[in-house]
């Protein structure tokens, strides 16, 4: 799929080349304690009892090998993925088995702990399997084609980790060991890891290499591969079985560990092993090394720390501008009209009664949502001598709305720019490149105010605008291209926050909170100002309808219609970038507004451009309205952040909705 | 958590005594019209719940009984919600006289001094002496509630009985580690800055861990980290799920000197990032943990 050929060594040589530097680290480590040859000695026996001789046997040895044993075992997972799928980007990371995995310890942890005490990684297990097997339902229709595959993975790690946000949220005390495990430490106290670990990896291995021929018929195409008498769905349910087994023995050991899985296969690919064979070789021993190499790096610098650097989310944050390189250099399919769902949804007959029936119910909403609540006595009606606690009511249904309205347009436009359902302003990244900035602030400033914590998510918003712009602007702004770069910095921001949270510092309870998307800290002023700024980008956002008409029907109608694609596009894109920082800044990274908004108005019917941007703006605003007052009162006193609350709610939807997509 | 916890079989007589003691520091001036406080901070609330005023309104309660425990709140505080974001129109329903935060959420401020005055009280400086700092909180606290006299009794009842704890141990202790497990490969290691050192420094009694902490008096580290100190292990509890199996097939664990020679300590779960309640119950269990294991 990769088909220039690149400045790369043979995969070969590459691997020499790191094993070179490994080396040294190994030696130097040695050195540092006793000298090699008591090191040499020291992997065998511990009975020397000197210090040195038991730090080297039970933690030092046995960490290098589950690192190189963790670091072949993924990378292994990811050739297979991205064999069976054809598709590049096929990780266990993007396909959501590490999140989904992540998600099941936390329940368990909560609910049965039980389960942990035998069997930790099949609760692994089930988790990865069940959210892998999530994401191929959304991109079953669409024939798991590669793009649609790593976007509904996106999709689903997002409403994932918005569901273990929720549940931190709310026990972050009982959860902080899992917050390290789930930044993938690899970090040993014996040789048990080890015991576990390797015979299994060894009959991984040996069923990859039992698949390796039947595996390489899928290199064909459909059509070739059957008449050769091979049973795709078969194989390809045990080439992906494999790799989900594979994954949720090494999560359930070491926890999760980002890149190294997708990032493996696709050097060694660019280095030039093109055949699958070669490919199964040497991804993993890539993957070894890669790990192995990264994690004594951050041995020796993080020592003198008083927190823990975890492994896992630095590959991933290391992997992150890895990808953005990568990006460029992955052939896509640009320009062909997509085949998107157009009949989803029947057109309304008549939009504008629609829409005004929509204002009206969302008025009736407001109105409640002011007016019903429970305070410390009990379900009350608002009486006409507590006018006050609308002072606190009335900013946050203002704010509500507002970013209902402008994720739902930011949504609208996106989706119709990219012509894909899936796309939505939190898969743009530009959610994530301000909650990076955000968390940076609450940690790095001594107690800093709101105007701060707000100013800081700006200008996080704007640097990845100004990323996603610049690399995007070499031939031209491709859809996918766009959608990908989101995807590489949403998976920088999730290492970001795995770091900042292992770390059990109190305030992680702050970026928690925020990451979970409330209105809560918006005060009147600020939600005047909201609302204020989603009704003039909504109005800004009117002129460009007949672009949002012609856009979905592909780059050849468009440009055959004289529209200027680049500049379009990418004049949208800057409208789409302000309205998600607007909305992000009041309700977090996490909601889901933005994607459930548009789908439902085009259930409902909407389907030219004005009428769609009208009726996702309504339905945007319902929903968070809803969401926030049913976060109020759902568990009060204590309040479920509105973004979670319309992620739950829009999850159940989008799970009904999969049969349309 | 699991109910088969190591408990010292003093522990009930402590607590009935220093509920003894705590009602008898209340009595002076319990008469007086204490002011409604709400507070956002655990620490603040023990705070309060020592120096006999109960507070009106504190957050996550239920997660209060769980990790800190000890002084227990009463029935009827009203519960705010999560720390992080109290209700708020709930907390202005009950109109208190003064809302109570610490440094943590001071975001809140502009949003909570609309409903009562907010003190922001600090805790856990880097680079202060905590013991000093806790003193100090003490008496704003008691100062904020206008019982100045609850406050100075809290520091010398609490002073007075850790110089007692002090002369009852055992000659010739040996350097201390105290860790509370996050998993079975990882622990918080307390050192410079936190309360547990602090109680150590009355104590007495020396802390092996000498290493950089965090603002909050803890190092995140691999048992791999421990391996170089030789000192005794006090391990605070809760353990997490499954994490004593684990440790039985540690290695490393099984070669660290004082699990070796069972010498280990476990203590029930203490609140490490407390005040003067804490320290004091921190201080208690540690002391009989030590006359208990000395003859061992």
Known sequence: MASRPFPLPAPGRLCLLLALPLLGLILATLQAHEGPLQGLQALFDSSGRSRDALLLHYSWWPRLVIALLAGSGLALAGV??????????AAPTTLGVASGANLALMVATLMAPGLLLHGREWVA????GLTMGLVFLLAWRRGLAPMVVV???????????????????????????????????LSQTGWDGVVFLGPRLAIGALLAWLLLRPLAVLELDDASARSLGVSLKHLRLAGLGLAVFITGCVVSVVGVIGFIGLAAPNIVRLAGARRLGQRLLWSPLLGALLLATTDLLLQRFSGALPTLIPTGATTAALGAPLLLWLIPRLKLTGDQPPGMAHALGQRHPAPGRLATGLALLLSLTAAAALLVGQTAAGWQWLSTND?????????????????????????????RLAANPMASPEVLGISGGSAIALIGAIFLLPSPGNLTLVAAGTLGALITLALLVILNRRGGVLPERLLLTGVAITAL????????????DPRGQQVIAWLSGSTYYVDLNSAVIVAGLAVALAVAAHPFSRWLDILPLGAATARALGMRLDRARLALLLLVALLTACATLVVGPLSFVGLLAPHLARLLGFSRARMHLLGAALVGALLMVLADWLGRQWLFPQEIPAGLVASLLGGAYFMWGLRRL | MPSSLATPPSHALMAGLFGLILLLVSVDDAHADAP??????????????????MPRAVAQIDAYREWVGEPGLATDVIDLGLRTQPNLELLASLSPDRILISPMFANLTPRLSRIAPVDNLELYTPGTDTWQQLRRLTRRVARLVERPAAGEALIEATEARLAQLRERLPGEQGPLLIVQFMDARHVRVFGAGGLYQAVLDRLGLANAWQRPTNPWGFSLVGLEALVDLDARLVVVEPLPVGVAKRLAGSGLWQALPSVQDGTSIRLPPVW???????????AELLTTALEDNDGV
């Open chain 2, 272 to 282: 490490s990032f407390g005040a003067l309640p804490s320290a004091r119950r921190f």
């Open chain 2, 36 to 53: 409604a406080i709400a507070t956002l901070d655990w620490t603040i609330a023990e705070t309060l719940v020592a120096l006999g005023t």
């Open chain 1, 80 to 89: 297979l993925m991205q064999q069976v799928l054809r598709n590049p980007l």
């Open chain 1, 493 to 504: 921001f999730d290492a970001v926050r795995g770091i900042v949270l292992s770390g059990g």
């Open chain 1, 151 to 185: 976007l509904a993975g996106l999709v689903v790690n997002l409403y994932v980790g918005a569901l273990a946000m929720a549940l931190l949220l709310f026990h972050q005390e009982a959860l902080k060991g899992l917050l390290i495990w789930g930044a993938g430490s």
């Open chain 1, 387 to 415: 006018w006050g606690v609308l002072e606190w009511r009335l900013p946050r249904l203002l704010a509500a709305a507002g970013s209902g309205v402008m994720l739902a347009i930011a949504g609208t436009i996106v989706q």
């Open chain 1, 125 to 128: 297990l089930l988790g990865g």
